[in-house]
Every structure is written in structure tokens, then in C-alpha cells.
């Protein structure tokens, strides 16, 4: 089993930046994709940015630009930096880490938006 824990979610202004961070229990080097995923009342949970292997980035439209994914092999930790933050970027944010055909979820960590 792959423990998935995510961190750095809070209270953000509008315009405001968040880090979050995903520490994964097993080396993030052998993953072949990791994701951060977000899931907001009433909606369902959504890709936001996905990174592979092999350096690859995927966003979705509304976050390009603004949030960026990236990775830490020696503290198997995955981040997503959020900048610019608009009152629709509220929502519970997972982390999803694969591994070969396995995949593992994090207990998500929740980000609200607020003046």
C-alpha cells in the first residue's frame, strides 16, 4: 500500500498563491504519472495539472498559466503552485500518484477563497 498525503491547502485571498504538497511513502521516481485533482461542492472531482515520467505536463484550460506542477525526487514529494487565485479555484484538491497500473489517492486537502 501507498500512503498519499497532501498539504498546504488554506484561506487565499483572490489573486493570492497557495503551494500545496503531495509526499508519497514510495519513490516518486518510479511513478509514471502524478496529478493533482479537485473536486468542488456539487461538481465533480476534475484534473487540474498531471506531470510523467517523462517530464510531460498536462493543465486544464482554466489553470494554465497560473498553476504550475512539479516534483521533488529526493522528498517524493509532488507540488502544485497556484498563483493568481480566482474564487473558482475553491475546492478540495487530491493528489493522485501512479504506479504502473496501480493508482493511489490522498486524502485531499481543501483550499477556500475568500476576501
Known amino acids: 500500500q501507498v500512503h498519499v498525503v497532501e498539504s498546504g491547502g488554506g484561506l487565499v485571498q483572490p489573486g493570492g498563491s497557495l503551494r500545496l504538497s503531495c509526499t508519497s511513502s514510495?519513490?516518486?521516481?518510479?511513478?509514471?504519472?502524478m496529478g493533482w485533482h479537485r473536486q468542488a461542492p456539487g461538481k465533480e472531482r476534475e484534473m487540474v495539472a498531471r506531470?510523467?515520467?517523462?517530464?510531460?505536463?498536462n493543465y486544464e484550460h482554466s489553470v494554465e498559466g497560473r498553476f504550475i506542477i512539479s516534483r521533488d525526487n529526493e522528498k517524493d514529494t509532488v507540488y502544485l503552485e497556484m498563483n493568481e487565485i480566482k474564487a473558482e479555484d475553491a475546492a478540495v484538491y487530491y493528489c493522485?500518484?501512479?504506479?504502473?497500473?496501480?493508482?493511489?489517492w490522498g486524502q485531499g486537502t481543501q483550499v477556500t477563497v475568500s476576501a
Open positions: 493522485n500518484l501512479a504506479y504502473g497500473v496501480h493508482s493511489y
Open positions: 514510495k519513490s516518486i521516481a518510479s511513478a509514471n504519472v
Open positions: 506531470l510523467g515520467n517523462n517530464g510531460g505536463t
